[in-house]
């Protein structure tokens, strides 16, 4: 069933518990069920996660949004980074752990996408030995991020302009479920187990 969580959000409590005001407002994003997810991006393309001399190799190759997601059935997930507390040990392994059941729900790809190059997210993907379950791809510059509406600023917690935490299914482009955390800091609907109930 086709679903969209847009999440009241509290602005006092941020990432890592870090006070960045005390406004409320409702988290609102640019894209929801029913989105054509290459349209909402246009010209957007994503970097596969590689070591530099592949990189190197491949001219520094991206992927279009439209080879990720056209006649294709993803799941898909965004994080604030490589490296972070809840990214490594609650939200990739949620996923990692819970493979073969999207393989038994006849998904094509687990894809987690974070503002980072695609340097820094192959190193993590191999420390957490989640490369042969879920395919890693940097937004480096945040242009994907920015054209959903779920940029998030985390300078409060030194990490700069990143994302939101989220999860999405899409299928042939098309979003049909959308979960977006109140705070990048918590843990409550973007994970594995949420989504799989969702599809």
Known sequence: MASTILKRTSCSSAFGGLRIGAAVRYLVTKVEAGTDIVAAAPNVSLQKARSWDEGVSSNFATTPLKDIFKDKKVVIFGLPGAYTGVCSQQHVPSYKNNIDKFKAEKIDSVICVAVNDPYVLNAWAEKLEAKDAIEFYGDFDGSFHKSLGLE????????????QRWSALVVDGRVKVLNVEENPSEFKVSGAEVILEQI
């Open 152 to 163: 998030k600023d985390l300078s409060a917690a030194l990490l700069g302009p990143r994302s």
